[in-house]
């Protein structure tokens, strides 16, 4: 019986170490005031309590990641004009496990997986440190600040994404495998029979799901209100405090949106991808100076409308969002982007 | 003061502006979010409390028509600065000002109550209660205060068309002020040079600083992201997390008024004011400069003297 | 090998053009020996350099910058180099603030026809950064 599992809360840390045997694990640890995912090592303290700051969508899809290294090489003395070039990829990504993300974090990454992964051609980078890592969810047990999961098709215990799903039931964790990789994890290390905690698991992850605030239907079908989309005033009116930074896409589960750039000096260099955000004037700038998205109202309707209008259009009505709040939160000027689609869903609440 | 007095304020201005820049509940009781108010309905929505914390001057180089904007004593020392810059039409421009006694830091309060979901805020005599699932805590606004406030020098606006309560005195002694900085200089150089690289290094470089900064006029040219100059590039290593906050110190050398908005907007809670204010206390200490305290001044970097004062030149 | 004995540092030298760079020139015809750790950039003017010019070089593998003008009331353009003076003295001292030895930053004037006077300062500085050695670690030097 593998496919759940308990651990008293005093050998999690055990648990840990004995998965950081075969692989790096990164885990939610206290920096200051924020929580991030660290590397675990033996002995160090873990935060559970919270939502991380910034999820673990930079270990799979990392802010910055070198595609391919370039060097120019002159290499026939007769002919000092005659320049090669060599170029150089490199992928030493290790067997990973990310733990203690939340339910939307690894949600988040099945968005990810559509765009890189489900298509004619696979992202190689993304798929080789997808494939190799396994996530072990956290359920939460009470919504934080900002959150409305349910609302876009997940919740506090939702297992989408997720390997193995991990429940508080109070003296300890109770540990259920998802998939194939959930149940090689769990075989792994020496666990307690978890059946008997199942039923309480069950009841604490109800329980949870009934906490969550719901700022529009939740029913799928209900489709956003095309005329208040087009409306500039109605950006005007919801989004003329946002300072167009790029924190809430930054921070969100599920933006991929990525640049990718050739960083030179003078005979070698790298051609990079790193995170860009729909916030930035220059995320839409073209060469000759026009840009199609010039003011932030324009911005920020398209960030909306690629989570719930064009990204559902293409992946068969798949939200592009997961309801984690962070853009909530962690908003400079506390946009509530569930309040705005609250209003597209229904507009004479406006 | 009381809100009812701003509301009465606030409809007497708006016939005359295209809209007023003041606050409004956010999505939940802890936080408060700018309100762009066009019609009298809106200005009933208006409030103002402890909680008012962004600078909304910051928003007004950006807008075209006629504003009137709601502003503390901190944040009016940004509309001196765009004064002295050129940076705004001052008759273009209605400011409604405010006495204010300190405002309350939402990442201390949050801190406090173990970052549990909140469920209501009251305020009394100086006080905040804060009532979350696991019951209510009553915290002294003095406690949970940004830094800034802890030695406010200006806590009635500079400048004003309209006062909303009477103007009040500063309590806190002007040496207090760079006390920190001092503080912070007796580390060692190497205990200097840790910090700051442990701290810009959880940078994710959302330039919610810069954008969030009232003096930050540059925008959306900034030499953070241009390709030409090539200043820095999209790497994320420590250097050029480093130079991103280096650019953004230089560059407000003499012009940072010290609203703290790049520290509270920060995700990732790094301490990006420190380099700012150690300039500013520089400012002080060399030309006897303070920014955004007097129209007719010109900040520091933008003039010279034949001969200075206080800079001696160094021996090698 | 650097003159100063050790293995050589890298440092900056941001000079005028019309003063410290001929200072520099007047120095190599007078055949004046000095280290060899500076590289120079010429600039029009003191007043030219951006602080952010010094930063960046320390940031990505200068251990020492070196900023010379034309003496003050001297300058080809009036009043650059003053403008200097205050920006950099400013970053002398956010330098020292952020963890960067301030001795490794160092602003002088000097002016065409003092070739012995550059001499002087070039040796002194390379000298002085040589005492606090490299700034970046070892690994980064190596490439």
Same mark, same amino acid.
């Given at each position: 019986?593998?496919?759940?599992?308990?651990?008293?809360?005093?050998?999690?840390?055990?648990?840990?170490?004995?998965?950081?045997?075969?692989?790096?694990?990164?885990?939610?640890?206290?920096? &200051?005031?924020?929580?991030?995912?660290?590397?675990?090592?033996? +002995?160090?303290?873990?935060?559970?309590?919270?939502?991380?700051?910034?999820?673990?969508?930079?270990?799979?899809?990392?802010?910055?990641?070198?595609?391919?290294?370039?060097?120019?090489?002159?290499?026939?003395?007769?002919?000092?004009?005659?320049?090669?070039?060599?170029?150089?990829?490199?992928?030493?990504?290790?067997?990973?496990?990310?733990?203690?993300? @939340?339910?939307?974090?690894?949600?988040? *990454?099945?968005?990810?997986?559509?765009?890189?992964?489900?298509?004619?051609?696979?992202?190689?980078?993304?798929?080789?440190? @997808?494939?190799?890592?396994?996530?072990?969810?956290?359920?939460?047990?009470?919504?934080?600040?900002?959150?409305?999961?349910?609302?876009? +098709?997940? &919740?506090?215990?939702?297992?989408?994404?997720?390997?193995?799903?991990?429940?508080?039931?109070?003296?300890?964790?109770?540990?259920?495998?998802?998939?194939?990789? +959930?149940?090689?994890?769990?075989?792994?290390?020496?666990?307690?029979?978890?059946?008997?905690?199942?039923?309480?698991?069950?009841?604490?992850?109800?329980?949870?799901?009934?906490?969550? @605030?719901?700022?529009?239907?939740?029913?799928?079908?209900?489709?956003?209100?095309?005329?208040?989309?087009?409306?500039?005033?109605?950006?005007?009116?919801?989004?003329?405090?946002?300072?167009?930074?790029?924190?809430?896409?930054? *921070?969100?589960?599920?933006?991929?949106?990525?640049?990718?750039?050739?960083?030179?000096?003078?005979?070698?260099?790298?051609?990079?991808?790193?995170?860009?955000?729909?916030?930035?004037?220059?995320?839409?700038?073209?060469?000759? &100076?026009?840009?199609?998205?010039?003011?932030?109202?324009?911005?920020?309707?398209?960030?909306?409308?690629?989570?719930? *209008?064009?990204?559902?259009?293409?992946?068969?009505?798949?939200?592009?969002?997961? +309801?984690?709040?962070?853009?909530?939160?962690?908003?400079?000027?506390?946009?509530?982007?569930?309040?705005?689609?609250?209003?597209?869903?229904?507009?004479?609440?406006? | 003061?009381?809100?009812?007095?701003?509301?009465?304020?606030?409809?007497?201005?708006?016939?005359?502006?295209?809209?007023?820049?003041?606050?409004?509940?956010?999505?939940?009781?802890?936080?408060?979010?700018?309100?762009?108010?066009?019609?009298?309905?809106?200005?009933?929505?208006?409030?103002?409390?402890?909680?008012?914390?962004?600078?909304?001057?910051?928003?007004?180089?950006?807008?075209?028509?006629?504003?009137?904007?709601? /502003?503390?004593?901190?944040?009016?020392?940004?509309?001196?600065?765009?004064?002295?810059?050129?940076?705004?039409?001052?008759?273009?421009?209605?400011?409604?000002?405010?006495?204010?006694?300190? !405002?309350?830091?939402?990442?201390?309060?949050?801190?406090? !109550?173990?970052?549990?979901?909140?469920?209501?805020?009251?305020?009394?005599?100086?006080?905040?209660?804060?009532?979350?699932?696991?019951?209510?805590?009553?915290?002294?606004?003095?406690?949970?205060?940004?830094?800034?406030?802890?030695?406010?020098?200006?806590?009635?606006?500079?400048?004003?068309?309209?006062?909303?309560?009477? =103007?009040?005195?500063?309590?806190? =002694?002007?040496?207090?002020?760079?006390?920190?900085?001092?503080?912070?200089?007796?580390?060692?150089?190497?205990?200097?040079?840790?910090?700051?690289?442990?701290?810009?290094?959880?940078?994710?470089?959302?330039?919610?600083?810069?954008?969030?900064?009232?003096?930050?006029?540059?925008?959306?040219?900034?030499?953070?992201?241009?390709?030409?100059?090539?200043?820095?590039?999209?790497?994320?290593?420590?250097?050029?997390?480093?130079?991103?906050?280096?650019?953004?110190?230089?560059?407000?050398?003499?012009?940072?008024?010290?609203?703290?908005?790049?520290?509270?907007?920060?995700?990732?809670?790094?301490?990006?004011?420190?380099?700012?204010?150690?300039?500013?206390?520089?400012?002080?200490?060399?030309?006897?400069?303070?920014?955004? /305290?007097? =129209?007719?001044?010109? =900040?520091?970097?933008?003039?010279?003297? !034949?001969?200075?004062?206080?800079?001696?030149?160094?021996?090698? | 090998?650097?003159?100063?004995? %050790?293995?050589?540092?890298?440092?900056?030298?941001?000079?005028?053009?019309?003063?410290?760079?001929?200072? #520099?020139? %007047?120095?190599?015809?007078?055949?004046?020996?000095?280290? %060899?750790?500076?590289?120079?950039?010429?600039?029009?003017?003191?007043?030219?350099?951006?602080?952010?010019?010094?930063?960046? #070089?320390?940031?990505?593998? #200068?251990?020492?910058?070196?900023?010379?003008?034309?003496?003050?009331?001297?300058?080809?353009?009036?009043?650059?180099?003053?403008?200097?003076?205050?920006?950099?003295?400013?970053?002398?001292?956010?330098?020292?603030?952020?963890?960067?030895?301030?001795?490794?930053?160092?602003?002088?004037?000097?002016?065409?026809?003092?070739?012995?006077?550059?001499?002087?300062?070039?040796?002194?500085?390379?000298?002085?950064?040589?005492?606090?050695?490299?700034?970046?670690?070892?690994?980064?030097?190596?490439?």
């Amino acid at each position: 019986m593998a496919d759940t599992g308990f651990l008293p809360k005093e050998k999690l840390k055990d648990f840990l170490e004995a998965l950081s045997k075969d692989a790096v694990v990164y885990a939610p640890a206290l920096e &200051g005031d924020i929580v991030l995912f660290k590397e675990y090592s033996q +002995g160090k303290d873990l935060y559970l309590d919270r939502p991380a700051n910034l999820g673990p969508k930079s270990i799979i899809y990392p802010q910055c990641e070198t595609l391919l290294s370039f060097d120019f090489k002159k290499n026939d003395p007769e002919d000092p004009k005659k320049v090669d070039i060599e170029l150089k990829t490199e992928s030493n990504f290790a067997n990973t496990v990310v733990f203690g993300c @939340r339910p939307c974090d690894a949600k988040g *990454l099945v968005i990810y997986d559509k765009v890189f992964i489900d298509t004619d051609t696979a992202d190689p980078y993304y798929k080789e440190r @997808r494939d190799k890592t396994t996530i072990i969810s956290f359920a939460c047990e009470a919504p934080f600040a900002g959150c409305f999961c349910t609302a876009v +098709g997940g &919740g506090p215990a939702d297992t989408t994404g997720s390997d193995v799903l991990m429940t508080d039931v109070g003296d300890g964790f109770f540990f259920e495998a998802l998939t194939e990789k +959930g149940k090689a994890v769990l075989k792994s290390v020496p666990m307690q029979d978890g059946a008997s905690y199942k039923e309480k698991a069950q009841k604490i992850k109800s329980e949870a799901e009934k906490k969550i @605030r719901n700022p529009f239907p939740k029913d799928a079908t209900e489709k956003l209100s095309q005329k208040l989309f087009d409306s500039d005033e109605f950006w005007e009116k919801v989004v003329s405090k946002c300072i167009s930074c790029g924190a809430c896409t930054y *921070l969100c589960p599920t933006c991929y949106c990525f640049n990718i750039t050739d960083e030179k000096t003078k005979d070698k260099g790298e051609r990079i991808r790193t995170w860009d955000a729909c916030m930035f004037n220059h995320f839409t700038l073209e060469t000759s &100076g026009h840009n199609p998205r010039p003011s932030k109202l324009k911005r920020f309707r398209n960030r909306v409308g690629h989570k719930f *209008l064009y990204y559902p259009e293409k992946y068969n009505g798949v939200i592009a969002c997961c +309801g984690c709040g962070r853009c909530i939160r962690y908003c400079p000027a506390s946009v509530d982007i569930s309040e705005i689609v609250g209003y597209l869903k229904d507009p004479k609440q406006k | 003061m009381s809100t009812e007095k701003l509301k009465e304020i606030i409809l007497k201005v708006l016939p005359d502006v295209d809209t007023v820049i003041g606050w409004q509940e956010g999505f939940d009781k802890i936080h408060i979010t700018p309100f762009f108010m066009k019609s009298p309905e809106d200005a009933e929505k208006a409030v103002w409390n402890s909680l008012c914390v962004q600078n909304l001057a910051a928003y007004l180089p950006s807008l075209k028509k006629k504003t009137a904007v709601i /502003v503390k004593g901190c944040d009016s020392r940004t509309i001196v600065q765009y004064m002295q810059e050129g940076l705004i039409d001052r008759s273009n421009v209605v400011i409604i000002g405010i006495p204010c006694t300190g !405002v309350v830091s939402v990442k201390k309060v949050l801190k406090a !109550v173990d970052y549990q979901p909140i469920e209501d805020v009251k305020f009394s005599d100086e006080k905040i209660i804060i009532k979350t699932s696991k019951g209510e805590k009553t915290l002294a606004i003095a406690d949970v205060c940004p830094d800034k406030c802890k030695t406010c020098q200006y806590p009635t606006p500079i400048v004003y068309d309209h006062l909303a309560g009477d =103007p009040i005195e500063s309590t806190k =002694p002007a040496e207090s002020v760079y006390e920190d900085i001092k503080e912070f200089e007796k580390k060692s150089l190497e205990e200097r040079r840790d910090y700051f690289k442990n701290e810009f290094d959880k940078c994710i470089r959302c330039y919610a600083c810069r954008n969030a900064c009232p003096m930050c006029v540059c925008q959306d040219s900034c030499i953070a992201e241009t390709r030409d100059p090539h200043w820095i590039t999209q790497k994320l290593s420590s250097e050029e997390k480093m130079m991103f906050h280096m650019i953004h110190a230089v560059h407000l050398a003499g012009r940072c008024v010290e609203c703290g908005e790049c520290e509270r907007v920060c995700p990732m809670d790094i301490p990006v004011a420190k380099l700012k204010k150690k300039i500013n206390s520089e400012m002080k200490e060399l030309f006897d400069y303070v920014p955004g /305290v007097n =129209p007719e001044d010109k =900040p520091p970097m933008y003039t010279f003297n !034949v001969e200075e004062a206080k800079i001696k030149e160094h021996k090698l | 090998m650097s003159d100063v004995g %050790t293995k050589e540092l890298r440092i900056v030298g941001f000079l005028c053009n019309w003063c410290s760079y001929g200072g #520099a020139d %007047t120095a190599g015809v007078g055949r004046f020996k000095q280290p %060899t750790d500076l590289r120079i950039i010429r600039v029009p003017c003191s007043g030219r350099v951006d602080p952010l010019f010094v930063v960046r #070089a320390l940031l990505t593998g #200068a251990d020492g910058v070196l900023v010379s003008g034309c003496h003050p009331r001297d300058c080809h353009y009036s009043e650059g180099n003053y403008y200097a003076r205050r920006r950099l003295e400013m970053l002398r001292r956010l330098l020292q603030f952020m963890g960067i030895d301030e001795k490794r930053f160092h602003y002088t004037w000097v002016s065409a026809s003092e070739g012995q006077k550059w001499q002087q300062v070039v040796t002194d500085f390379t000298k002085q950064v040589h005492e606090l050695g490299p700034l970046h670690d070892k690994k980064e030097k190596a490439d």
